[in-house]
């Protein structure tokens, strides 16, 4: 074997085991950080510097899994469709916030009434309400 071609294997076991492990570390988290007005459609943590506190759905702020610490974690802002903060312990994982207390910020899809685009006319529209449909 020439020194070449043991420096060839070198370099390719060596980039080999560099895959394995970025692979092994494939468990990568995106954050999405909303700034400016808050819209329906738009979800994600809300970052508020240097601006008033937004309204809010709930008082409290809201926590699914409470971790001990030394140090008590500052509340986040989110903001989510309603179902989500109604049923928050089934969908924290998606905003990586099941461990940490959430105030989740009102928009106009919180209101009684609210039509998103495309509402309001699906697959039921002007059909008649009767015995058998």
């Given at each position: 074997?020439?020194?070449?071609?043991a420096?060839?294997?070198?370099?390719?076991?060596?980039a080999i085991?560099?895959?394995?492990a970025?692979?092994?570390a494939?468990d990568v988290r995106?954050?999405?950080?909303?700034s400016?007005?808050?819209?329906p459609g738009?979800?994600g943590r809300?970052d508020?510097?240097?601006?008033?506190?937004p309204p809010?759905?709930?008082?409290?702020p809201?926590i699914i899994v409470?971790?001990?610490?030394t140090?008590?974690?500052?509340p986040i802002?989110?903001?989510?469709?309603?179902?989500?903060?109604?049923?928050?312990?089934?969908?924290?994982?998606?905003?990586n916030a099941c461990?940490?207390?959430v105030y989740f910020?009102?928009?106009?899809?919180?209101?009684?009434?609210?039509?998103g685009?495309?509402?309001?006319?699906g697959?039921?529209?002007?059909?008649?309400?009767g015995?058998g449909?």
């Amino acid at each position: 074997m020439t020194i070449e071609r043991a420096v060839t294997r070198a370099l390719v076991s060596a980039a080999i085991a560099l895959g394995a492990a970025a692979a092994g570390a494939a468990d990568v988290r995106v954050g999405v950080s909303v700034s400016g007005e808050i819209a329906p459609g738009v979800y994600g943590r809300v970052d508020i510097t240097n601006r008033p506190a937004p309204p809010l759905v709930y008082a409290q702020p809201v926590i699914i899994v409470r971790q001990q610490r030394t140090a008590a974690m500052s509340p986040i802002y989110m903001h989510v469709p309603p179902g989500h903060a109604k049923n928050w312990s089934k969908h924290c994982q998606r905003y990586n916030a099941c461990n940490q207390p959430v105030y989740f910020v009102k928009s106009a899809e919180y209101e009684p009434g609210y039509k998103g685009p495309g509402k309001g006319a699906g697959k039921s529209a002007g059909k008649a309400k009767g015995k058998g449909d």
